[in-house]
């Protein structure tokens, strides 16, 4: 087993008679980008205070770096987070913010540049945070988190509320990131984005983990989906009776059958299309994306 930034097993967290968590396990290995999915209310955000030591487990328990939640000052040194948006001081520059933040933890100040530059606002150190822009603020949040110089990076939903440029820099941060050696534990609901970048994904549903593993072994487990269009459309009752006939239920959609089987069906389905005096204007196969999956298994 590769050595583990996180490693959570049966943990849970009860408000009440409200369960947050429900007997949580999973791993994250040392210097992987791993997603952290789920509807809202799923427990994501909990979990992350759970290992943040910000709030303590019912039951279970759960390690960070090696070291036990239950002694969070055993890690937190070494562990960077930004949990429910940065928050700075509107009149201060971002430098400024950032010494005032080094200052506190004890962190030298020759970082703050160093930083500024590696989330690309070198140039902009100097504004006030108030002049900022939505993905600007996010970023100089992440740089923040980056002060320790931390093996471990906890992100909850850092591209929220961000444009489609907003989005692909924090993307492209996580990676250069990732790429450093630091591990990355990003929560997001932006599914495209996580299937993009993460190696590893752990799935929330009402608490409970649905999956936890590799991001490919998951995409993996789903059926592809071969369409076949048909050059004359009074060929397409045709080609559902010769899918029924291999076996498959398909599915009529925007003049094309759509069959859940692989690429490896493609040449054969084709074969028996002109064997039978059909012309096909396409074939295709098409993985399901994360987001389609995420759907089929939380029941959103």
């Known amino acids: ?3 583990l930034a996180i490693s959570v097993q049966d ?3 009860i408000y009440g008679d409200q369960t947050a968590v429900s007997h949580a396990t999973f791993d994250v290995p040392l210097g992987s980008v791993c997603g952290f999915v789920g509807p809202n209310g799923s427990g994501k955000t909990t979990t992350i205070r759970m290992l ?6 019912s039951g279970g328990s759960g390690k960070v770096l090696g070291e036990d939640i239950g002694s969070p000052e055993k890690y937190l040194s070494k562990v960077g987070a930004m949990i429910e948006g940065p928050a700075f001081y509107p009149m201060l520059s971002g430098r400024e913010n950032l010494k005032v933040l080094a200052d506190l933890g004890g962190f030298s100040h020759s970082r703050v540049d160093v930083l500024l530059e590696k989330v690309g606002l070198g140039q902009r150190g100097n504004s006030k945070f108030k002049t900022y822009s939505l993905g600007m603020k996010q970023r100089l949040g992440i740089a923040a988190a980056l002060l320790p110089n931390p093996q471990l990076l906890i992100l909850d939903e850092p591209t929220n509320g961000l444009d489609p440029s907003g989005i692909q ?3 492209e941060l ?3 990131l990732a790429d450093g050696g630091t591990s990355v534990f990003v929560s997001s609901h932006i599914l495209a984005e996580l299937e993009m970048i993460s190696e590893y994904l752990v799935m929330l549903r009402k608490g409970k983990v649905l999956f936890s593993g590799r991001t490919q072994e998951l995409l ?9 269009k048909p050059e004359y459309l009074v060929d397409l009752n045709k080609l559902v009776e010769m899918a029924k006939n291999f076996g498959y ?3 009529v959609e925007n003049g094309a059958v759509q069959i859940p089987v692989g690429p490896e069906f493609g040449a054969t389905f084709n074969r028996a299309a002109f064997e039978a005096g059909i012309t096909l204007s396409s074939i295709s196969t098409q993985q399901p994306t994360l987001e389609e999956t995420f759907f089929e298994m939380t029941g959103e």
């Open 52 to 57: 943040l030591g910000l709030i303590t487990p």
């Open 174 to 176: 996580i990676k250069e």
């Open 1 to 3: 087993m590769p050595p």
């Open 249 to 251: 239920e398909p599915v």
């Open 11 to 13: 943990l849970s967290k």
């Open 169 to 171: 820099e924090i993307r």
């Open 220 to 228: 993996g487990r789903q059926k592809a989906i071969t369409t076949v």
